[in-house]
């Protein structure tokens, strides 16, 4: 995948949470009365585990605080934390730093430190606007508390927010809805993810019969989607990637790299990475693949039972084949709104796209799905909404 030369993204998993919601199935894990000493625990474990991955050559250019709900954490920890990166890594002094919030967990004193630390992009999950809903969720806030969260950190300096809503609920109307788009409409934030519930297999909400009888129908739930798309567009908010929206120059940074392949390093206990293999092996294979794929997992279970060990060596990689490479530049790449630059397709992989997926793309240009605009290939508004359909028709080995 075409890379910017040098840059590299981190992502900083925090697993606790208050409770888990209903809907859940990440790696997190409540934390109970006392569980303060296992979190600093935690935190003593991931800076010493920043510092072993420490990494200078490249230019950091965003940093992402992901959970489980890392706002649980005090300031002082936060602040421990990004000094530990500052001090291993060459963070760029433009870099986006974004930390995922849960209303009910924040407050002027930790809204302030975390500034402090460095953060300056908020991420807080609203869900929905009906505290009913809300409960239901397993959430544990409620739309007052939501609001006053939100407005604390307007006045903290906080001048890029997302919220998370979610469509698609149990008992969920269109009217319903529409209340929440309302409301986070008028609220101006500068990015707004809106996502369909997807019942995940293993979760309570999975269990309920009572809830998944209570599902919107497919008809109802792709009306909320286009819903989403049309209010938002009218309050003056893009659709740059099938469920996020942002007001001009309030992209996602960290999360665009993602979708445009750049390498990004996974630290901590849920964390993944995707990395050149030399920098996720002593020994690569000659002639293997560029980039590789691991997960920080074990290392940090194994830090949970034995604080005090040292690093030790990387964990077991992955090495992505050709074939892996060009299935994620075609279902990530055309996931933005742009889609996948067809001339990169073919410098990166040594391969036109019309070599290796010319069927697949002119049987979606035929019926509608696909169009091609320039050096640019893209899904259109009838692509957007069976992307998940058409993303399996780019998969080269079953």
């Not at 030369?5 to 208050?18: D, N, Q, R, T």
């Not at 950091?60 to 530990?84: E, K």
């Not at 929440?180 to 019942?199: C, K, M």
């Not at 050096?375 to 259109?380: G, I, K, N």
Request: charged share 25%.
């Amino acid at each position: 995948m075409q890379q910017k030369p040098g840059v590299l993204e981190l992502y900083v998993h925090i697993p606790f949470c208050v409770r888990k919601c209903n809907y859940c199935d990440f790696l997190s894990f409540a934390a109970g009365r006392d569980s303060r000493e296992l979190m600093e625990r935690y935190c003593q474990a991931l800076r010493e585990e920043i510092r072993a991955g420490g990494d200078t050559s490249r230019l950091v250019t965003s940093v992402f605080f992901g959970g489980g709900t890392p706002s649980l954490l005090d300031g002082n920890q936060m602040t421990g934390l990004m000094d530990a990166i500052r001090a291993s890594f060459r963070l760029d002094r433009e870099a986006e730093i974004s930390l995922e919030a849960n209303p009910g967990t924040l407050s002027h004193g930790k809204l302030e430190a975390f500034r402090q630390a460095g953060f300056n992009r908020l991420s807080i999950g609203l869900q929905s606007a009906s505290d009913q809903a809300l409960v239901m969720l397993g959430r544990i806030h409620s739309l007052d508390q939501f609001l006053d969260n939100y407005e604390e950190a307007r006045r903290c300096g906080f001048t890029n927010i997302n919220i998370d809503i979610m469509s698609g609920l149990p008992g969920q109307s269109l009217e319903d809805y529409k209340k929440t788009l309302d409301l986070v409409t008028g609220l101006r934030p500068e990015h707004i993810s809106s996502y369909s519930l997807i019942v995940e297999e293993g979760t309570p909400l999975a269990r309920s019969d009572k809830l998944l009888a209570a599902l919107p129908d497919e008809e109802a739930d792709r009306a909320m989607y286009r819903e989403t798309g049309q209010r938002l567009e009218e309050a003056g908010y893009r659709r740059y990637e099938i469920s996020n929206y942002a007001l001009p120059g309030k992209e996602c940074r960290h999360n665009l790299g993602y979708w445009s392949g750049l390498p990004y390093l996974g630290l901590g206990l849920g964390a993944a990475s995707y990395l050149p293999v030399e920098q996720a092996s002593d020994s690569p294979a000659e002639g293997t693949p560029t980039f590789c794929r691991f997960s920080n997992s074990r290392i940090m279970k194994t830090y949970l039972e034995s604080p005090w060990l040292p690093y030790g060596k990387r964990p077991d990689y992955t090495i992505l084949t050709l074939e892996d490479r060009m299935e994620e530049y075609m279902f990530l790449g055309l996931r933005k709104r742009e889609g996948v630059s067809i001339s990169s397709f073919g410098q990166n992989f040594g391969r036109s796209l019309d070599q290796v997926y010319g069927n697949v793309v002119r049987t979606y240009e035929k019926s509608g799905h696909l169009e091609t605009l320039g050096d640019r290939l893209r899904l259109t508004e009838k692509g957007i909404d069976v992307s998940d359909y058409i993303f399996r028709d780019f998969m080269l080995v079953d």
